[in-house]
C-alpha cells in the first residue's frame, strides 16, 4: 500500500537554531511531493512541492525541502526558526499516474519553536 | 480573495441526523475535494470530483454522499450521523495541472456527533 511516514511526532527548536522535519514516502513511480502547514484553527496552506529537477527546492516562509529519491525521503528544513513557525506541517504525495486525484497526506509533525 | 469557503464552521449532531456541508471556490478550479482530518491520521480522501459533473470515491467514503452542484460549490452530505464521524471537514480545490498542482483549503468544518 502507498504511505506517507513522518516518523516524528513533535519536533522541537530553539529560537535561531535549524530545523528539520522528516519525511519518506513509499509510492511507485515517481511522485510529486509537497509540504502544507496548518496554523492553529485553520486549512492547510501550501509551502512548497518538488516536481523535477533540483532536489533542494525553495517556498514559503525561508522553507526549504531536499528530495533524496534512493532514500525515498523529503525533508523539510529551515536555516534559522522562528517562534512564528510553530504549526502543524503535512507532507504530502501525489502519484504521477493519478496525480492531484489521490494525494496521500502523512499524519504531521508538530513543530514547538522556543523563544 | 475568498478562495475556499466551507459552511458552517461548527455543528453537533445527534446520531441518525442529517447535515450537508457547502463548500464554494472563486479560484475557476476544476477539481474541488473533501477530507477528514483526525487526530494523528492526517488528512484522508473522502470524495472528489475532478471536473464539473463528475465525482468518485476516495479512501474513506462510507456514509458519505457528495453533489458537485456546479464548477463552483461541491457539498458533502451525512444521510445518518454516526459520531465515528466526529471530525474536521476540509474541502479543498486544486490548482493547474492534475499532477503537479497545489491544493487551496478552506478553513474546515468541525463536525461533533453525539
Known amino acids: 500500500a502507498q504511505s506517507v511516514a513522518q516518523p516524528e511526532d513533535q519536533v522541537n527548536v530553539a529560537e535561531g537554531n535549524p530545523l528539520t522535519v522528516k519525511c519518506t514516502y513509499s509510492v511507485s513511480g515517481n511522485p510529486y511531493l509537497f509540504w502544507y502547514v496548518q496554523y492553529p484553527n485553520r486549512g492547510l496552506q501550501f509551502l512548497l512541492k518538488y516536481i523535477t529537477g533540483d532536489n533542494l527546492v525553495k517556498g514559503s516562509y525561508g522553507f526549504e525541502a531536499e528530495f533524496n529519491k534512493s532514500q525515498t525521503s523529503f525533508h523539510l528544513k529551515k536555516p534559522s526558526a522562528l517562534v512564528s513557525d510553530s504549526a502543524l506541517y503535512f507532507c504530502?504525495?501525489?502519484?504521477?499516474?493519478?496525480?492531484?486525484?489521490?494525494?496521500?497526506f502523512g499524519a504531521g509533525t508538530r513543530l514547538f519553536v522556543k523563544a | 480573495n475568498a478562495g475556499v469557503t466551507q459552511t458552517p464552521k461548527f455543528q453537533v449532531l445527534k446520531t441518525g441526523q442529517s447535515m450537508t456541508l457547502q463548500c464554494a471556490q472563486d479560484?475557476?478550479?476544476?477539481?474541488m475535494y473533501w477530507y477528514r482530518q483526525d487526530p494523528g491520521m492526517g488528512l484522508r480522501l473522502i470524495y472528489y470530483s475532478a471536473s464539473e459533473g463528475t465525482t468518485d470515491k476516495g479512501e474513506v467514503p462510507n456514509g458519505y454522499n457528495v453533489s458537485r452542484l456546479n464548477k463552483r460549490e461541491f457539498s458533502l452530505r451525512l444521510e445518518s450521523a454516526a459520531p465515528s464521524q466526529t471530525s474536521v471537514y476540509f474541502c479543498a480545490s486544486l490548482e493547474g495541472g492534475a499532477n503537479t498542482g497545489e491544493l487551496f483549503f478552506g478553513e474546515g468544518s468541525r463536525l461533533t456527533v453525539l
Open positions: 504530502a504525495v501525489s502519484p504521477r499516474d493519478t496525480g492531484g486525484f489521490k494525494t496521500i
Open positions: 479560484m475557476n478550479h476544476n477539481s
